[in-house]
Structures are given as structure tokens and as C-alpha cells.
């Protein structure tokens, strides 16, 4: 199947820094891309849609100025969790749609904030 | 709307035992796409299968297999022979619409232990 790659896999940081996570398809280009997140022992819950060139659609509850999210192209997209806090701490994975509407799923970035 | 229960929170099974993960899901969507995938504790997720909405027939993949009820609205997993290896937290999951890539809804989770 396709691959999708995350960098960084792991990344602690300070309270009130902000954290980038890249989400790559490496072998397929996608024009949507979704961001989800996962906290200790619970499910993983959909933050937004990451539509290539266009604003990313939040679900609700999920604060889209403190989560920036940019597709800027059709393999990249990025997360950025702004000024985080402990309570930002979390695995963050994303998942690429294919031109035959499958999905994959990166491997997860785990977030410590300190 | 749509929702994904997997009443069981955790399992635990001496290996070589078989084992049965519930899944019971809900929408009002014709069309839809049920999931199942394995995460280790490595956190990467494992796809183990896909089923549309249209096609009830169970299936079996070595000592895996799923039994898909419409009318239960239900989409057992289960394990014959468990390992070790099978020891991970599994995910039954529920997409909606035409495409099996729209958002995908993803159960609690159920926490398989398999004791040698």
C-alpha cells in the first residue's frame, strides 16, 4: 500500500513553544490529508480535513487558531500547535486520501509538552 | 449520526485461546465502509480490513475473520488461535458516503492481551 511518513516521531518542547509535524505521502500525491489525536488509552478522535489549497475544516471543538494546518502542496501538510501546553501532549496521526479515495495512515508523532 | 461502540475496554486470553471482538455500529447512510486496524504499542496503525456496506459476506484471512451483520449492525472480529503477537489495542471504525476515504469515525477501542 502507500506510504505516509510523519517527522518528528517524537518531540518534547516547552510550555508556550509552538511544535510543527509534517505529514508526507511519500509514493502517491493527496489532495486531502486528515489530523487526528490521541490521547493515553482513549480512541483517536478527527481534529480537521486538510484539503490541498485550501483552509482546513475543523471539527468542532477543536480550536483552528491554536492548531494551524497548511496543505500546501499535494504531499505535504503540516500541524502546528501553537504556544502548546501539558495538556497538548498527545499522539498526533494523520492519514492521506488516494486519487482512489483509500486511506493510509502515518506512523504518529507523539507530543510531550513540558 | 454516526457512531462506533466496542462495549469491551480490555480482554485478556491465555494464547492458543479464541477470541471474539465486538463491534456495533450506527448511521443513517445506505453506504458506508467499516474498519478494523491493530495498534501495537508502537502506535502505528495496522489496516486489517475494509467492508462496504453492500457486501455482508463474512470473510476469513488466515486465523483472522469478521462477521459483518447488517442486521445487528455489528462487525465481529475474531482471532482463532491467539498469539502473543496479537497482544494490541484493536480498533473497529465507521466511514459514511460514497468513498471509503471520507472522515473515518474510529470505536473506543478494545485492549487485547494474549497471556503465554
Known amino acids: 500500500g502507500a506510504v505516509v511518513s510523519q517527522h518528528p516521531s517524537r518531540v518534547i518542547c516547552k510550555s508556550g513553544t509552538s511544535v510543527k509535524i509534517e505529514c508526507r505521502s511519500l509514493?502517491?500525491?493527496?489532495?486531502?490529508m486528515f489530523w487526528y489525536r490521541q490521547f493515553p488509552k482513549q480512541s483517536l478522535m478527527l481534529m480537521a480535513t486538510?484539503?490541498?489549497?485550501?483552509?482546513?475544516?475543523?471539527e468542532q471543538g477543536v480550536e483552528k487558531d491554536k492548531f494551524l494546518i497548511n496543505h500546501a502542496s499535494l504531499t505535504l501538510s503540516t500541524l502546528t500547535v501553537t504556544s502548546a501546553h501539558p495538556e497538548d501532549s498527545s499522539f498526533y496521526i494523520c492519514?492521506?486520501?488516494?486519487?482512489?479515495?483509500?486511506?493510509?495512515f502515518g506512523p504518529g508523532t507523539r507530543l510531550t509538552v513540558l | 449520526a454516526q457512531k462506533v461502540t466496542q462495549a469491551q475496554t480490555e480482554i485478556s486470553v491465555v494464547e492458543k485461546e479464541d477470541v471474539t471482538l465486538d463491534c456495533v455500529y450506527e448511521?443513517?447512510?445506505?453506504?458506508?465502509?467499516l474498519f478494523w486496524y491493530k495498534q501495537p504499542p508502537s502506535g502505528e496503525l495496522v489496516f486489517l480490513i475494509r467492508?462496504?456496506?453492500?457486501?455482508?459476506q463474512n470473510e476469513i484471512s488466515g486465523r483472522y475473520s469478521w462477521n459483518f451483520q447488517k442486521s445487528t449492525s455489528s462487525f465481529n472480529f475474531t482471532i482463532t488461535a491467539s498469539q502473543v503477537v496479537d497482544s494490541a489495542v484493536y480498533f473497529c471504525a465507521l466511514s459514511t458516503g460514497y468513498s471509503s476515504a471520507s472522515k473515518i469515525i474510529f470505536g473506543s477501542g478494545t485492549r487485547l492481551s494474549i497471556r503465554p
Open positions: 467492508r462496504n456496506s453492500f457486501d455482508e
Open positions: 492519514s492521506a486520501r488516494t486519487s482512489v479515495n483509500e486511506q493510509f
Open positions: 486538510s484539503n490541498e489549497g485550501s483552509k482546513a475544516t475543523y
Open positions: 448511521t443513517r447512510d445506505t453506504t458506508y465502509y
Open positions: 509514493d502517491f500525491q493527496a489532495t486531502t
